[in-house]
């Protein structure tokens, strides 16, 4: 018999198993709940997750009727519990019915493990995290289909995060703001309260994160909202140097404060969460339009906490809490300790090598909470970038225990139209769900056993895990690096941002373009050897297609631009065709209509490249 553990997703933090070969305990036909210590509303609650776990794990299988002992136990921490199986029955202890949830899910586990029946063990676990949230960009093109958020939801569950923000920064249906979303297929105020009863179901908290200073571009385009912004006609991107033909950032004045008032007030209703991320990150031009003076004057730093300070009072009058991305706070660090007290900094950073434990002690000398932020590097990346996504949430999650963060919040962005396919952040997402819960035990946990544990019931097919992590690691060779995107991002879209010249990639030649080509082959030879038996399966299928196919394009226009195409243009021809037909069908299979013309611009521009003359051999 496999050992029992290697079947245990996320891993405990002890587990004590005396004489697995020999089963001490029948699987019950049907779980005989006993709930002792719980009040009457908790008991009800214990109930509904016992029958939630184990109606499918039991099915009438059972042989006996053995019951569940499940005890109030205060002297445990919040949300651990402990597991104890033994000739005489189950017992199941928790401080709450967080901690119960997990305990029964672990027993769920092993049930699935033992269908022979269970053996004489102790489990003791609990979180490293307190909060263990994942935040999807739908601002960025991509709004899901709520299904498609619903299934995310259950994955989350399995992983047991227990919080999931949702980005917006236009894509939720405000009565007075049409002309903002109308093209957006925003998500309406019934469904995210949909939504949100739908996450409380499993233990996770939605919390409503809104961007509220920078990133206000989606608004600041349009008029009557023009004359809130910070430039109105537009900026200079300091990281590019590109010009931007409208303002993204709020003017920090009592306008702006007004207008976020009018919006709280019909957004946060929606939410059960008593927590509210209100973004502020990246907010470009503050200091270079509206506020010039009085940054000159005062100071950036001064000037834009003092706006936070403002957008604090709105969030606290709302009775929430204040979360916000800690970037420009930490280029003034001198200002950290003059934060309100009862916000929380959101401490973000997405390389391997970002900076978290320089930055966290700040937080921590000055008495703020925080989260610590690592992301999937999945975005701006068409492949994923994995072993930064590894190294980023694995050193994330090291200075956040060693600094006493609150929470470890792994973002998943959408930038520059929402390109990858979502099985590029699963790597993330399991990695991360299993570092936040307790990564000492996690460590070691290989990475495609995991990824088949959580996806096999999305139609993940056996060999797929491995696949994806294949990808994930294809262009990473050491050579080639930029923050926050890969090489085949680089080598595709580039100049299709606006920027109308092609990006330069030094010592990137003809070997390795080659080499790049035979990886490619090999790994579709792989993704058409899986077995797809059905459509969940088909799709992820094609999706890998899809990314397979945008790299393999990537690599001729490099080499077309430069000279050396390794692709006739009869063949080129074919694979943009094939592109741009199954590139739609993909997105609307997951995701809703609005963003898809803006995403399917950019790729149409990126693949112009083929109409000219050196798309020909």
């Known amino acids: 018999m496999a050992q029992i553990i290697e079947h245990l997703f996320p891993r405990p933090r002890q587990f004590d198993c005396r004489n697995e070969a020999c089963p001490v305990l029948m699987l019950p036909e049907k779980l005989q709940l006993l709930p002792l210590g719980w009040s009457t509303l908790d008991q009800a609650q214990l109930v509904k997750m016992a029958d939630f776990h184990f109606a499918e794990a039991l099915n009438g299988k059972g042989k006996s009727g053995a019951g569940l002992k499940l005890w109030r136990d205060g002297g445990l921490a919040e949300q651990h519990y402990r597991l104890e199986v033994a000739a005489g029955g189950i017992d199941l202890a928790a401080a709450d019915l967080a901690g119960a949830r997990y305990g029964l899910h672990t027993l769920k586990q092993l049930f699935r493990a033992c269908p022979n029946g269970l053996p004489e063990l102790v489990v003791l676990d609990g979180p490293d995290f307190k909060q263990r949230g994942y935040m999807l960009d739908i601002s960025r093109c991509k709004v899901p289909e709520m299904e498609t958020i619903q ?26 703001h049409r002309r903002v979303w109308e093209a957006a297929s925003p998500l309406t105020a ?40 910070e430039s109105p006609e537009g900026f200079v991107h300091p990281l590019d140097g590109k010009r931007r033909w409208f303002g993204s950032t709020l003017k920090p004045d009592a306008q702006s404060l007004a207008f976020l008032k009018g919006l709280y007030l019909e957004l946060l209703p929606n939410f059960g969460s008593r927590s509210f991320n209100i973004g502020g990150d990246e907010p470009w031009e503050l200091g270079k339009g509206a506020s010039r003076e009085r940054v000159e004057r005062e100071g950036e730093g001064p000037v834009y906490l003092d706006f936070l300070k403002q957008i604090h009072q709105l969030v606290r009058s709302e009775g929430r809490t204040m979360l916000f991305w800690g970037d420009l706070i930490n280029r003034h660090p001198e200002l950290i300790p003059e934060l309100p007290r009862d916000c929380i900094a959101l401490n973000w950073g997405y390389e391997a090598d970002s900076p978290h434990a320089e930055q966290l002690p700040r937080f921590r000398e000055a008495g703020i909470d925080f989260y610590v932020c690592p992301g999937t590097s999945a975005w701006c ?29 792994l973002t998943d962005w959408g930038d520059g139209g929402h390109h990858q396919m979502p099985e590029i952040a699963w790597p993330g997402l399991v990695t991360a769900g299993l570092s936040s819960w307790c990564r000492e035990a996690n460590e070691p946990v290989p990475l495609e056993s995991a990824l088949e544990y959580c996806f096999v019931g999305a139609g993940l097919p056996q060999g797929g895990a491995a696949l994806i992590c294949e990808i994930g690691h294809l262009a990473e060779q050491g050579r080639w690096f930029w923050p926050n995107r890969g090489l085949f991002q680089v080598l595709l879209f580039e100049d299709a941002y606006g920027a109308g010249q092609l990006c330069t990639v030094d010592d990137l030649n003809g070997a390795d373009l080659e080499g790049f080509a035979g990886s490619l082959s090999v790994l579709w030879d792989r993704l058409e050897a899986l077995d797809t038996p059905d459509a969940p399966a088909l799709l992820i299928r094609d999706e890998l297609a899809m990314t397979l196919s945008m790299c393999r394009m990537a690599l001729a226009k490099y080499a077309c631009l430069t000279g050396q195409p390794i692709l006739a243009r009869d063949d080129l021809l074919a694979l943009r065709g094939a592109i741009l037909k199954d590139y739609p069908r993909l997105w609307r299979a997951r995701n809703r209509e609005g963003g898809l013309e803006e995403s399917m611009e950019i790729l149409t521009r990126a693949l112009a490249f083929v109409d000219g003359p050196a798309g020909s051999e």
């Open 381 to 409: 990346s068409i492949t994923g970038r994995l072993e930064n996504c590894l190294q980023n949430i694995g050193n994330a999650a090291t200075a956040g225990l060693e600094n006493g963060a609150l929470g470890l919040l």
């Open 151 to 176: 299934s995310l939801v259950r994955t989350l569950a399995a992983l047991r995060y227990n919080q999931l923000q949702i980005y917006m920064e236009h894509t939720f249906a405000f009565r007075d």
């Open 190 to 229: 019934e469904e995210v309260r949909e939504l949100d009863v739908y996450c409380s179901g499993y233990g996770i908290e939605l919390v409503p994160n809104f961007n509220s200073f920078g990133h206000f571009e989606r608004w600041l385009r349009h008029e009557p909202y023009k004359q809130m912004a």
